[in-house]
């Protein structure tokens, strides 16, 4: 690489216009396989560049900083989750950290809504009838699930993603109970929603839907005592991080009908593995983690993540930084 401009390491193929802001500055070199770089590959690049632009599939973690520093100056990340960096060794190390947050609200939450539709109304059920000839003929009990409209809606977690959830609840009449370590009351009053304890929530939605983040108190946030108290009826929602609910859990929450149905975007382990219990129950549908997965989002999502690092290597504040506190 020249030594005359700075040079990032990209640990995946991003959208071209976030490459394309890069490239007229900086000397690019872009990981070019389909799976995340090694560990000890990342390790070795970063120590070779000023700027780490990283997916929430690569960990980043303190000896890989302290291994870098004090030429790496930015990370920026491809997402808008940062569990997989060390935040604070970042910030004693002095690299600013930038992600992307905002633009995948309404994209994620159209996403949540998909699943939380395909799940009442069986759909991926369904097909997968559908294609190994299991219609046989229209009957008044096929394929029965519940109305969506006029339910009881509970929403596990009250920021963007949660309120945006909420807004298209309003469309369908339902009913939204929100919990939430803090109680929004300009959001309570503009969406008709109620704040409940979380105990209450999972005791009297239909549907139950996550949207908190991932951290020592969200980690199997929703577990056996959770399902224990939910209704039999129930569907559960998960497009937040896998790890919030108890995979072993849900398993048998959803194979002994504690609850009925539930619909995942994140598994605890990704990709999930081949032989896991999951994978063959009727009553749940699964997506490979795809709920930022619009043109438009993606497309978002790389300038942002490009003006995050062009920024870092100027020195400058990052536009979306997730450790500020490195400015201090």
Not at 143 to 157: E, K
Not at 187 to 199: F, H, I, M, Q, R
Not at 238 to 250: F, K, Y
Request: charged fraction near 20%.
């Amino acid at each position: 690489m020249s030594t005359s401009r700075p040079s990032v390491f990209v640990t995946r193929r991003i959208p071209q216009l976030g490459l394309d802001l890069l490239a007229p500055t900086i000397d690019l070199e872009v990981w070019p396989g389909e799976l995340p770089p090694p560990y000890e590959t990342l390790v070795e690049k970063s120590r070779q560049v000023d700027g780490l632009l990283c997916l929430l599939t690569d960990r980043i973690d303190r000896p890989l900083l302290e291994s870098a520093a004090p030429r790496l100056k930015v990370v920026s990340q491809f997402a808008v989750g940062v569990d997989n960096i060390d935040l604070a060794a970042a910030t004693a190390l002095g690299i600013p950290v930038g992600n992307t947050p905002g633009v995948l609200t309404e994209t994620t939450a159209d996403f949540a809504w998909a699943l939380l539709m395909a799940a009442a109304r069986r759909v991926v059920e369904a097909d997968k009838l559908t294609r190994r000839g299991g219609w046989k003929t229209w009957g008044p009990q096929f394929m029965l699930g519940p109305d969506i409209y006029g339910a009881t809606l509970g929403i596990v977690g009250f920021g963007r993603i949660g309120q945006a959830v909420a807004r298209r609840a309003g469309g369908f009449g339902m009913r939204i109970l929100y919990f939430d370590h803090k109680r929004d009351l300009e959001a309570e009053k503009s969406l008709g929603a109620v704040w409940t304890p979380l105990d209450s929530l999972l005791a009297e939605a239909d549907f139950v839907t996550l949207h908190t983040s991932l951290n020592a108190g969200t980690f199997h946030l929703v577990g056996e005592s959770q399902f224990a108290k939910m209704k039999a009826s129930a569907i559960l929602v998960n497009t937040s991080r896998g790890p919030v609910v108890d995979q072993q859990a849900l398993y048998t929450a959803l194979s002994s009908g504690q609850i009925a149905y539930a619909a995942i975007d994140v598994t605890e382990q990704e990709p999930i593995p081949g032989n896991d219990p999951l994978l063959s129950l009727d009553n749940l549908v699964i997506a490979p983690h795809i709920a930022s997965a619009s043109i438009q989002a993606r497309n978002k999502m790389a300038l942002m993540a490009a003006e995050n690092m062009l920024a870092g290597l100027r020195r400058e504040k990052l536009p979306t930084c997730a450790n500020p506190a490195v400015y201090a």
